[in-house]
């Protein structure tokens, strides 16, 4: 099961602090936008949910 984004919040250097609905949280370097989503270099992405 995919684990949905509940809070983000931008940081300097291109990286993005994650909280979500499962309580994980944590720091990720280097994202980009593209086509209206945050991506990777690698190809991930995130899925928003309210």
């Known amino acids: 099961m995919m684990n949905r984004v509940k ?3 931008a940081l ?3 990286r993005l ?3 979500f609905r499962n309580g994980e949280q944590g720091v ?3 994202v980009v936008a ?3 989503t945050v991506m990777w270099p ?3 992405d995130l ?3 309210e």
């Open 7 to 9: 809070k983000v919040k």
């Open 12 to 14: 300097p250097g291109y």
């Open 17 to 19: 602090e994650l909280v």
């Open 28 to 30: 990720f370097d280097k």
């Open 34 to 36: 593209d086509h209206g």
């Open 42 to 44: 690698d190809g991930s």
């Open 47 to 49: 899925l928003w949910n």
